[in-house]
């Protein structure tokens, strides 16, 4: 799964728009993005939905709220879980 971290809803949508564009979906399978804030707190997901290739926003579990940054501990874990969340809404 591709997965990338934003500060706007309207970039991640433009980000996930393109990426299904390019056919990321057939490639690499769900696009999905996360918008955090300064304090690294999802505020807003949504991942691409495969028939319609619409975003759709979603409302994460609370364990998924927090996003360690890259290469800080627990970033891996938070990835593999984000892509089990988008998995399922699929």
């Not at 804030?37 to 998924?64: H, I, K, M, S």
Request: charge should be negative; include cysteine.
């Amino acid at each position: 799964m591709a997965t990338q971290v934003f500060r706007s809803a309207d970039k991640a949508i433009e980000t996930g728009r393109t990426a299904v564009d390019e056919s990321a979906l057939a490639d690499d399978g769900p696009v999905g993005a996360v918008v955090i804030n300064a304090a690294r707190q999802a505020v807003w997901a949504c991942y691409f939905n495969d028939g319609t290739w619409a975003p759709e926003e979603t409302t994460l579990p609370e364990d998924l709220r927090a996003v360690p940054a890259t290469g800080e501990d627990g970033h891996d874990d938070w990835l593999h879980r984000w892509d089990q969340y988008i998995t399922r809404m699929l």
